[in-house]
C-alpha cells in the first residue's frame, strides 16, 4: 500500500469517527450514526485468495460487548456490529448509555500481520487531529504504538477522546464522546482499550490473514 492509500483509508476512518454524533449529546433526538471503515478501494490485498478470506472472516467476534464498558448505574448498549463493512477486512461496532449522552465506537481494521499494521499506526495517530485538541497527545498504555488525545469535537458541541493503537495484526480506532464539561476520564478509556486488546490478542493468536 502507498502511504497515500494509506492516508486516504485512516481519513476515511476519521471522517466517520468525527460525525458520529449528529446532535448535541444530552438531547431527545437519536444522536447517533454507525462508525464507517475505509473504502474499499483504499485498501491492499495481496492475492484473490486474501481477499476472499477477509470476506469471510467474521471479526466481530472480536469486539468488545456493551457489558464490557461498565459504568455504575447507566449501561451501554449496542445495536448488531458491522462486520467487513464496504469490504473492509475488520469490523466495527457505535454502544450509547441509556439517555445517549455518552457514546463509545470502536473500529478494527485487519493488517497482513503485526508489522503491517504496526507500520500503518503513525498514518492512524496523524488523523487524530480531527479532534480539537485541549492538550498535547499523549503515548497510550495500550498495544503498541499508541496514542490518546482529549478535547472537542470540530463543531465545538462535544467532549471527545479519541485513541488509536495496534494490536497483533489490528489497528484499533476508538472513540469516546460525550457531553461539554463532562469528558471521558483518560483512566476509563484506557480501560476500555486495554480490554480490547486483550480481546484481539487472544481472539487472533494462531490465526492468519
Do not use: H
Request: net charge negative.
Amino acid at each position: 500500500m502507498t502511504r497515500a492509500a494509506s492516508r486516504a483509508r485512516w481519513a476515511a476512518v476519521t471522517a466517520a469517527a468525527v460525525m458520529v454524533l449528529t446532535a448535541g449529546c444530552g438531547g431527545t433526538d437519536p444522536v447517533l450514526t454507525p462508525l464507517s471503515l475505509p473504502s474499499a478501494g483504499s485498501t491492499t490485498t495481496t492475492t484473490t485468495t486474501s481477499t476472499a478470506a477477509a470476506q469471510s472472516a467474521d471479526y466481530t467476534r472480536l469486539l468488545l460487548q456493551p457489558s464490557d464498558v461498565y459504568v455504575p448505574d447507566d449501561a451501554f448498549t449496542a445495536p448488531p456490529p458491522l462486520r467487513n463493512p464496504d469490504g473492509i477486512e475488520g469490523a466495527e461496532e457505535l454502544m450509547t448509555n441509556g439517555d445517549q449522552t455518552r457514546a463509545v465506537g470502536i473500529t478494527i481494521v485487519i493488517q497482513a500481520d503485526a508489522e503491517t499494521a504496526l507500520r500503518e499506526v503513525p498514518i492512524a495517530r496523524g488523523k487524530l487531529s480531527t479532534v480539537v485538541p485541549t492538550g498535547p497527545p499523549q503515548a497510550l498504555p495500550v498495544g503498541a504504538g499508541g496514542e490518546v488525545v482529549t478535547g472537542l469535537s470540530p463543531d465545538g458541541t462535544k467532549a471527545v477522546t479519541a485513541m488509536v493503537f495496534s494490536q497483533d495484526r489490528a489497528i484499533v480506532r476508538i472513540d469516546y464522546y460525550s457531553a461539554l464539561g463532562q469528558p471521558t476520564p483518560l483512566d476509563f478509556a484506557i480501560e476500555v482499550g486495554i480490554k480490547q486488546a486483550i480481546a484481539l490478542r487472544v481472539g487472533l493468536a494462531g490465526q492468519s490473514s
